[in-house]
């Protein structure tokens, strides 16, 4: 069974149109859910969390309706993009109410609260009240709220914003164990690196729909209108580029100032012949990279965003 099955699921507000037409199965693991402000993601987000209900389609989560049936919420963690919370509670407190609120019984509330905010490195300010907390501490609580009643599918909604550097990698890793744990993850971000750290199965979400799904890498691969780049900083770049420059799938050579950058068709077969070219030439390379590589030229190259 998938954890999500959308089909030709759409979610509007009178004229305005939230997401379109979504399709789409989720397995299991990390998933980032990945589009700029405004894409649709928080959408899709309170629809597979049961707070809303698809306008047209269907949506379910574990074989049911979120919406319309409770065991099922039970077995969802969420941690909204906004929090709008209770300040004069302590975190301990916070999480304990949320615990219950979420079908943990009373008996086994906080030690489920204490759980949850250790997992989440707030041990020590656990008897501290909420309003002193820094942008990062109230990340963690809620955060600690959503996984306090240990759910099996969590649904969080840009919880990296406003975390500082050494805060965001500690969390993140916080979050991979927490898949490691088996549980399965919807992450939503638009800092592309943010995903990037956490996973490389994407959702790409544009103007309410998906543009695309799957793995970051085979999606490249799929997006044949932009020729892959390659670039490659060396001591003879002109030996290396007469090598390449009669092949059928090199569709440019660029000279750079440290070497050349080389537009392929064909990735994996160009890689393979700039192996041979240095091994016959004797060529020494400095640095071999790839821009496109990478979450953010995928995400560019979906949305139309990608200019050159």
């Known amino acids: 069974m ?15 149109l939230g997401v379109s037409d979504v399709t789409w199965n989720l397995q ?20 597979m969390a049961g707070l809303l209900r698809p306008s047209r389609g269907t949506l379910s989560v574990f074989g049911a309706s979120p919406f319309a049936d409770v065991g099922v919420r039970r077995r969802i963690g969420y941690a909204p993009e906004h929090e709008s919370t209770w300040d004069e509670l302590t975190a301990r ?25 250790a997992e989440m490195g707030m041990t ?18 809620k955060l600690a709220t959503a996984i306090a009643h240990d759910p099996d ?9 406003g975390v500082d550097p050494v805060a965001r990698v500690d969390i993140v890793d916080r979050i991979k164990k927490l898949a490691e ?33 799957g793995n970051v890498y085979e ?10 780049r390659i670039r ?16 059928d799938h090199v569709a440019r050579i660029i000279f750079e100032r440290a070497g050349v950058l080389i537009e392929t068709r064909d990735p994996d077969r160009c890689y393979d012949q700039l192996a041979a070219a240095v091994l016959d030439k004797g060529i020494t390379v400095s640095s071999l990279s790839s821009p496109d590589n990478n979450l953010g030229a995928v995400f560019e190259y979906l949305t139309g965003d990608g200019r050159r």
């Open 2 to 16: 998938s954890v999500v099955a959308a089909d030709r699921c759409s979610k509007w507000y009178g004229h305005v």
């Open 28 to 47: 299991g693991g990390i998933v980032g859910l990945l589009g700029p402000n405004g894409a649709g993601k928080s959408t899709l987000i309170k629809m």
């Open 93 to 117: 407190e916070l999480v304990t109410v949320m615990a219950r609120l979420a079908g943990v019984p009373a008996d086994r509330a906080p030690t489920a609260a204490e759980r949850a905010i």
């Open 124 to 141: 020590d300010a656990i008897d501290r009240r909420v309003k002193g907390f820094s942008k990062g501490m109230r990340q963690r609580t």
């Open 153 to 161: 599918f969590l649904l969080l909604d840009e919880p990296l914003t």
């Open 181 to 213: 744990a088996g549980k399965t993850i919807v992450i939503s971000s638009h800092v592309l690196y943010e995903i990037e750290a956490l996973t490389s199965e994407i959702v790409v979400i544009y103007r309410g729909q998906v543009l695309a799904e």
């Open 219 to 228: 999606i490249r691969k799929l997006i044949d209108r932009h020729p892959h």
């Open 232 to 247: 490659v900083e060396c001591d003879q770049p002109r030996a290396l580029a007469s090598v390449l420059a009669a092949e």
